[in-house]
DNA sequence: ACAATGCATTGAAGATTGTCAATGTATTTG
DNA sequence: CAAATACATTGACAATCTTCAATGCATTGT
């Protein structure tokens, strides 16, 4: 190893400037991890779909999208969007009685995303 | 009481149509504080925001800008616009110290918004 | 004073989201 | 079958969000 023709060349380059951090830091959440809780906690962050999970919570079983529609201040189109939604990313989940749509929480599924937010904002 | 007169007419106008569910409830979530949550989780929801965070956290007092700016997929605008954001709900604070501006968290800021929403979401 | 640097702000453009009237689809009831 | 009911879907619109080039503003080094 014949370092005795370059001195200190590294050391110049880092310090010309004046550099104002020396650690060049990864985020330790990683851009996927921070996409997939970013998802998660987007599905929540609305006071509808708040609501409906709150009701469906509550009421096990029970609930058809005429109640929900009574008590929220949306229409019905709207409330069906917010239960697409839900539905779709796995939280709830229907049952078609007749004339009626009986909506219900799937547990294991809200439990295993509680566990991934709280989990992960445990971390910042 | 002379309730011999009207014998069964809140029966009749209830089983009228056949009701799907009976109880009107009101959801336990008000919506202020669906509201509230909702606006938490929102301010969280955005994985540049949350990776902001992330190395705010684990850099105690020494993250400037373009460190940010380097470990992000973005550009510096985007990188201030989101910094902005998170100060203007007192998450976060800077200290400019000559031309850097150095961030960090506002430790108690964010030890009660996770108390929030963990503490709601808990009764999801 | 001048050039360079770090960061904030502005303004514009595109993407996403939220809402609802109108309409469609089943199902029940008369 | 026809009317009524519960819900889903479509389509359109407005509002909000996200991003970045351009620019502005201090501060530092020459």
Redesign the interface.
């Known amino acids: 190893m014949n370092n005795t023709t370059v001195p200190t060349i590294e050391l110049t380059e880092r310090s010309r400037g004046s550099r104002?951090?020396a650690?060049?830091?990864?985020?330790?959440?990683s851009?996927e991890a921070?996409?997939q809780?970013?998802d998660d906690?987007?599905l929540?962050?609305?006071?509808?779909r708040?609501?409906i999970?709150?009701?469906l919570?509550?009421?096990e079983g029970?609930?058809?999208v005429?109640?929900l529609e009574?008590?929220?201040?949306v229409k019905q189109p709207t409330v069906s969007h917010h239960l697409k939604l839900l539905r779709a990313a796995g939280l709830i989940d229907c049952e078609r009685q007749g004339?009626?749509a009986?909506y219900f929480v799937r547990r294991d599924a809200?439990a295993a995303l509680?566990a991934r937010?709280?989990g992960q904002?445990?971390?910042?």
């Open positions: 104002c951090c650690n060049d830091s990864a985020p330790r959440l851009a921070a996409q809780l970013s906690l987007q929540l962050a609305h006071p509808i708040l609501q999970l709150d009701m919570t509550r009421r029970q609930v058809c005429c109640d009574a008590a929220l201040p004339l009626w009986y809200l509680r937010v709280v904002i445990a971390g910042l």
